[in-house]
């Protein structure tokens, strides 16, 4: 996505820049040549459709509701492409540390695998919450979570994040369904 | 707040690229917004009515055409150059400044910006739990930073391989350079050793 948006902001610096130019360059040749406007661009023609066109008629609210849209999608391609990473403490001045996400839930994810009666794991984490989805046969969401919960909460003090993320385990266990 | 040089180096600036593209996005919602409004109707049938090019504003228009004309090629010039400006920003490569270590005339030292991170980067590299690194130089001339991702293998101790980077590989980049400070970003990958696959 932060691609994406990088490309966006290429295009709309350029049309920016030409709009600008465009407009400035017609404006200054028919300010200098009333006679041989237009230079580039059939304004004359654009100039006396829209004196035509009213507000109400069809192509008008089309064309608003396009750009109304297109707007949106780009306020809501920037605000999904933001940074995800998960600050750690920084262990000494002029030093910065992240890791990413994606880090930070494979490490959960081994050490929940790696406990008792786990048959699988996955996990989802952001910086602010860690969430813990548990498969298990043996043992039933009362038994297991709060051994999972500590067990994640322990591995989490040892890593050095700058904020502790909330953790939230789900257990999914037949023996429930019994 | 200003952000330190080593935060900054965390990552390709984007801050400006982002922003100006949502202000974009906000001003053809609410222009598409306030045009859908006025054809629906909603500010009254006469304005729904009216031309798009209302007579009105051509008048007044053509009664200041000096200063009209004036504003939009001032106008025009401006938007042209903030758009060129703003298609190169966003163009550009990330940086990756020489470092200067003395600036002297006739006896400046500038260390390449390729050497430093070659060198950082087999220092790293050989430190226990490291699967992999890669280093380089950010930022610009005057703020010179160094950027250093670690990809760590599975079960590696975070802590250990911690003090051996900045005890050895950092402290050693610092004395090899001269300098007392060296801004850093480090982005850390943990367990990415090579995966197992099922047979």
Partial sequence: MRVFVRLLSTLLGLVVAAAGGLLALEVGWHWWRPADAPLLLPWPAWRDRLSELTWDRSPVPLIAAIVAVAGLALIVATLSARRRTVRMTDPATGVSVTTSPRSLARLVGHRVRAEDNVNGASVTATAKKVRVRATSRLETENQLRPRLRESVGELLSEVPLARRPKVSVVVDSPKDRR | ?199
């Fill in chain 2, 1 to 199: 707040m200003s952000k330190s040089v080593s935060t900054k180096a965390l990552a390709r600036s984007y801050g400006a690229e982002r922003g100006l593209t949502f202000v974009i996005g906000l001003i053809a919602l609410a222009a598409g917004v306030v045009a859908l409004v006025v054809a629906v109707g909603w500010l009254g049938d006469v304005r729904a009515g009216r031309p798009v090019l209302d007579p009105l504003a051509v008048e007044w228009l053509g009664n200041h055409a000096v200063p009209s004309k004036i504003v939009a090629i001032v106008v025009g010039v401006l938007l042209f150059v903030f758009g060129i400006w703003w298609f190169l920003r966003s163009l550009r490569p990330e940086n990756r400044p020489d470092i200067e270590l003395d600036r002297e005339i006739g006896r400046g030292l500038t260390v390449t910006s390729g050497a430093i991170s070659g060198a950082v980067q087999a220092d790293a590299e050989s430190v226990d739990g490291v699967a992999k690194a890669r280093a380089r130089a950010v930022g610009d001339k005057e703020n010179p930073a160094l950027r250093l991702t670690l990809w760590l293998r599975e079960g590696s101790d975070l802590k250990a391989v911690w003090e051996e980077i900045d005890a050895h590989v950092l402290a050693r980049a610092r004395e090899s350079l001269g300098v007392d400070v060296l801004p850093t970003a480090v982005r850390i990958e943990l367990d990415s050793g090579e995966r197992q696959r099922v047979r």
